[in-house]
């Protein structure tokens, strides 16, 4: 009855105040936190850095590193602006690491002739899976794939937790410039790659 | 306006990203224009796609709920291991340190006597191994020019002269980083990229891109750091090869290292509506360039350097070179002791 009744009040708290509360001793204040983002955290992890193992293992850490730094985070902006800003960084270090760990033996020879850039992104769809899914959906997933890690995250953001420009900018740590410039170009690129299913009015998902 | 710029403009638009003005502008070009109007169709059918497909991604996300025992204890036992990791590290390089340092000190004393100029080198050697040194200090920061935004960048030295490049306590290592002359050269994926600080100054170029990072970092003139291409407004209409322009700015940066490079406050100007203080850079009382600074950023909007030009248009996007973006995208969380990992 009193877990119940605790479970109950936490539900009251807001983000920051269940970050302010939580403490090594009581695992349910920071677990509240935990149950509330980890759905779409998961999510946008998997999108940007394109494998969902990595993206449990990337969000928890990310909250880790929030919890352990706890003490320093103050409310100035939502929680999952912080949230996002954290994971991001995270995704954008573990791509760096697989790029780098993949594209050591091809330094000399790769010299930047418009290839994909240095944050490609290194996801491999899993073929069974994306038999199952829809052309059109397979296609949407795989231009997806092709953009920059920072455009996916910004047209997440964007598309899926319909944040203003500036919200996005304090999520990602970038300008509002930047963000705009991101989003442009991640539709740009988009309705290049799908123009012909765009053209005939087909439905990508 | 090309397909692009509407694009663009459309973009914003369906974001509701525009000012009011603007807004009502594009909503009578979609009534009258009917190109543009199947564009945004597209563009807003797109967007619907894409959202309905992010949000079935996330509903095939697994709810934290059924393991979340397990993963909330994962998450507090990895802050117990981490702490006392971290704790039982530092105490135990503490105690190698401290054990090195009085087996050098005996050895270099023994040294000493026998032959003053070989304990010298060995004392040298067993420093170098001790721990990184700190060899410059840097301040990235991106376009924005805010002072203090941005936390510093370390350019650090270990042992066998391996280089590791500090930001927000993580550490990188290039996969290829050779000092020379200039300062250093970091060669990535094929690129060259020259590095240079003396604490006051420093740049960072990338060769080929002709895109110059040029960072000063204290001084009379609140230069926080700049990110431009580097064109010569030849009178032919031809671009300057990069070296050639690299060899002006390295004529002033060895001004600003010698210390006899001056800057000179000599009036305000208003150029594009914005109102710039204008500084006269003098070396040896001989005026090398001009620089123009916001009044109400302290952002650099102009430099010119003979016939280097350059002006800087508030804001641009970072550049596509990698080690420029992920150095200043370090997270602030994580720290990493061993410096001479591969």
């Known amino acids: 009855m009193t877990t119940v009744l605790r479970i109950d009040h936490l539900t009251e708290l807001s983000d920051w105040e269940l970050l302010e509360r939580s403490s090594s001793e009581d695992a349910s204040v920071f677990g509240e936190l935990v149950r509330r983002h980890y759905r779409h955290s998961v999510a946008f992890c998997t999108q940007v850095v394109g494998d969902h193992g990595h993206a449990e293992d990337i969000v928890q850490r990310g909250f880790l590193n929030i919890f352990r730094a706890r003490d320093r985070y103050h409310e100035k902006a939502r929680f999952k602006t912080l949230l996002y800003r954290v994971l991001l960084n995270l995704c954008i270090n573990e791509i760096h690491r697989r790029s780098s760990a993949a594209q050591l033996s091809a330094l000399a020879s790769d010299d930047g002739d418009g290839s994909p850039g240095f944050l490609e992104d290194v996801r491999s769809p899993d073929p069974s899976a994306q038999a199952e899914e829809a052309e059109g959906r397979a296609l949407l997933r795989e231009a997806l794939g092709r953009l920059r890690p920072e455009h996916r995250a910004a047209l997440w953001l964007r598309e899926h937790e319909g944040l203003p420009y500036q919200d996005i900018a304090d999520a990602l740590e970038a300008s509002l410039a930047e963000v705009k410039i991101w989003i442009h170009r991640a539709r740009k690129k988009l309705m290049e790659m799908l123009r012909p299913y765009i053209e005939r009015g087909d439905a990508l998902s | ?342």
């Open chain 2, 1 to 342: 306006m090309n397909r692009s710029d509407d694009l663009d403009l459309l973009s914003d638009y369906l974001d509701g990203e525009l000012t009011p003005t603007r807004e009502e502008i594009v909503r009578l070009r979609l009534d009258e224009e009917t190109e543009l109007s199947k564009l945004y169709d597209r563009l807003r059918s797109m967007s619907d796609d894409t959202r309905a497909f992010f949000d079935a991604e996330e509903r095939k996300m697994p709810d934290v709920a059924t393991n979340q025992e397990d993963f909330i204890r994962t998450t507090l036992a990895g802050e117990s291991l981490t702490g006392s990791l971290g704790a039982r590290s530092g105490i135990r390089w503490k105690a190698t340190a401290a054990a090195v340092v009085v087996i050098a000190v005996v050895v270099t004393g023994f040294v000493i006597r026998e032959n003053e100029v070989r304990a010298r080198r060995f004392k040298d050697a067993v420093e170098a191994a001790l721990e990184p040194k700190h060899f410059v200090t840097i301040q990235i920061a991106r376009p924005s020019l805010l002072p203090g935004r941005r936390p510093p960048v370390n350019l650090l030295y270990g042992r066998g002269g391996r280089w590791v490049i500090e930001a927000q306590d993580r550490l990188f290592v290039p996969p290829a980083f050779t000092p020379n002359r200039r300062g250093g050269l970091i060669r990535h994926r094929g690129k060259r990229i020259h590095f240079g600080s003396d604490g006051s100054v420093a740049w960072l170029w990338l060769e080929g891109s002709e895109v110059v990072r040029v960072m000063k970092l204290d001084g009379p003139v609140p230069i926080v750091s700049f990110l431009r291409s580097f064109l010569d407004e030849d009178p032919s209409g031809r671009q300057a090869t990069p070296l050639l322009n690299w060899a002006k700015v390295q004529d002033v940066l060895e001004g600003v290292r010698s210390g006899v490079l001056e800057y000179r406050r000599v009036g305000t100007e208003t150029i594009d509506n914005q109102r710039l203080d204008r500084y006269d850079v003098t070396l040896e009382n001989r005026a090398t360039a001009r620089v123009w600074i916001s009044t109400q950023d302290a952002a650099v909007r102009r430099v010119k350097i003979g016939l280097l030009d350059l002006r800087f248009d508030e804001p641009r996007e970072v550049p596509e070179d990698p080690v420029f973006h992920w150095s200043s995208r370090a997270p602030a969380d994580v720290r990493v002791i061993d410096v001479t990992r591969d």
